[in-house]
């Protein structure tokens, strides 16, 4: 569906599934951008049961640069996420979840002119504005402007992914992923084990919560969960320094200790898992300084 561009400067990468009611300005967010370079927009389209598609397919009759994937059974997010991004043939890729969008019409202008300019950086963010859509408020993400590490981001996932533009080449065969519940979080670690992020100040995106969200809504322990997931997964197949790997173990570690305040039955389990990676000595006395 569509017409895929030809040498596109940048691909979009959009994952939707039900997400009839958002697609629209999603999609019209990306469309508006203005640029010196060609664009094409690939959709991961997860089988909606809605007419999340319907709405797409509209849009693709008249828009060239839209690629719209079609699956014909729900792969799930990550599986889906990884297909989407091996399609995409630009040298810069962004990202745009289905029920975000964007506010700058000059967003990835900006960033592909400042790749260019500064190439001892994988990718570019900015800042971004978050929608409390049960509220109806609004409440700006404003973090330094700066150079984004490896090391900055093994402690917590300090990037609003809707906001990023990276380097294709910085990221290889992605199917270590799959198994995971997150795919932002190791996908930025693996590019920035190459090549540093850059953070620009301006505000250039809107990340919506609300109750058809996924991460934003789900409980402590979960998330905890399937960030000990991702931190293995990362050591396990991402190429690193001694000094990173040593860095990651020290975050497996650390959210191993707070688990056990959500899981106190599963502290024998936890505790085997956190010897495992490099822990010493461990009691229930000696996690309340870890506990939040």
């Known amino acids: 569906m569509g017409v895929n561009v030809q040498s596109p400067m940048v691909s979009v990468c959009v994952i939707t599934y039900n997400q009839e009611s958002y697609i629209q300005q999603c999609l019209e967010s990306i469309l508006g951008q203005k640029t010196d370079f060609d664009v094409e927009i690939v959709i991961g389209e997860d089988c909606s049961s809605d007419k999340t598609a319907t709405r797409i397919e509209k849009l693709a009759e008249t828009n060239e640069s839209i690629n719209l994937l079609v699956n014909n059974t729900n792969l799930g997010v990550l599986p889906n996420f990884i297909r989407t991004l091996g399609a995409c043939k630009g040298k810069y890729i962004a990202f745009c979840e289905g029920d975000d969008y964007w506010i700058d019409e000059n967003k990835l202008q900006k960033q592909v002119d400042f ?69 932002d979080w190791p996908l930025h670690l693996l590019v920035t084990s190459q090549q540093p992020y850059y953070r620009l100040p301006e505000i ?89």
């Open 115 to 183: 790749l260019d300019e500064h190439p001892k950086y994988g990718g570019v963010s900015t800042n971004n504005r978050w929608f409390f859509e049960n509220e109806n408020t609004y409440k700006n993400s404003i973090l330094n402007e700066g150079e984004i590490s490896f090391e900055t981001l093994s402690e917590s996932n300090q990037i609003n992914s809707q906001t990023i533009l990276f380097k294709k080449e910085l990221i290889k065969e992605l199917d270590w992923m799959k198994t995971l519940k997150i795919g």
């Open 204 to 292: 250039t995106t809107v990340y919506r919560v609300h109750s058809g969200g996924v991460h934003s809504l789900l409980k402590e322990e979960i998330k905890l969960r399937n960030r000990l997931e991702v931190l293995i997964a990362v050591l396990e197949h991402v190429e690193l320094t001694n000094e990173r790997k040593e860095l990651l173990n020290e975050s497996i570690r650390n959210t191993l200790k707070k688990l056990i305040s959500h899981r106190p039955g599963d502290i024998n389990s936890i505790r085997q898992k956190y010897y495992d990676f490099g822990g010493t000595f461990l009691n229930t006395t000696l996690l309340k300084s870890y506990i939040k």
